[in-house]
């Protein structure tokens, strides 16, 4: 609902973790209720990284330039709205009730479908005011995977990063105040580590990448 020229600003989680790390069972074990509970009121992305030892198998290139930029040297890190939250609960839930206070000063309206292994990803942009130096990435995640099984005793794994829109350099963009900025693509993701067609999510976030 507009209030104004502001939005409701869905605060945005970015997890790097595996599935080799003890510390990020221990951390997902609070964390995962957590998001479950919090579902409608936050986007969240998982780059699963390939340490400590084996790492996580659905790790990705792409995942690795998402770590580069934060200078992530150890899993779990987590970062809330670009910046670093410490990961316990506690801190969590305190970033979320400060960014939750936070307007918004664009809308996004996004939309996906799959055939076959192509996904067609759309999303119409409204800013409420000038942004001529953001970057828009766009994410497609897995809800749910099993695959991915390592050696830290967890079994499943939420929000899996597995396709970064068109990669994970994302795409500059110059918003005016006022005027949609249109977004259409289509990828294939075949060859991806996809478990399931149906259990697909898009995650659409701004970033100003030099702050």
């Known amino acids: 609902v507009l209030d104004g020229l502001s939005v409701y600003r869905v605060p945005f989680f970015e997890e790097f973790t595996a599935s080799t790390c003890p510390p990020c069972y221990s951390f997902n074990l609070g964390f995962v209720p957590w998001c479950e509970e919090h579902a409608d009121e936050i986007a969240l992305l998982k780059y699963q990284m390939n340490w400590p030892g084996a790492g996580d198998p659905y ?46 000063f664009i809308s996004i309206a996004g939309s996906f479908s799959v055939e ?26 897995e809800w749910m995977t099993t695959g991915n099984v390592g050696t830290n005793g967890e079994t499943e794994f939420e ?32 060859g991806t580590n996809v ?11 701004l970033q100003d990448y030099g702050t």
């Open 159 to 190: 929000n899996v990063m597995m396709k970064m829109v068109p990669d994970a350099s994302g795409t500059d963009v110059d918003l005016n105040n006022m005027e949609i900025y249109e977004f259409s693509q289509s990828i294939d993701l075949d």
């Open 116 to 141: 076959g292994t192509v996904i067609n990803i759309d999303a119409n942009i409204l800013p409420y005011q000038d942004f001529p130096t953001l970057r828009l990435y766009v994410a497609v995640f």
């Open 59 to 104: 790790y990705t290139a792409e995942g690795g330039v998402r770590k580069t930029y934060y200078g992530v040297s150890g899993v779990p890190d987590l970062f809330g709205n670009g910046g670093d939250v410490s990961t316990s609960v506690p801190a969590v839930n305190n970033f979320f009730n400060q960014a939750s206070q936070l307007p918004g």
């Open 195 to 205: 478990e399931e067609w149906d259990d697909l999510g898009v995650v659409f976030f």
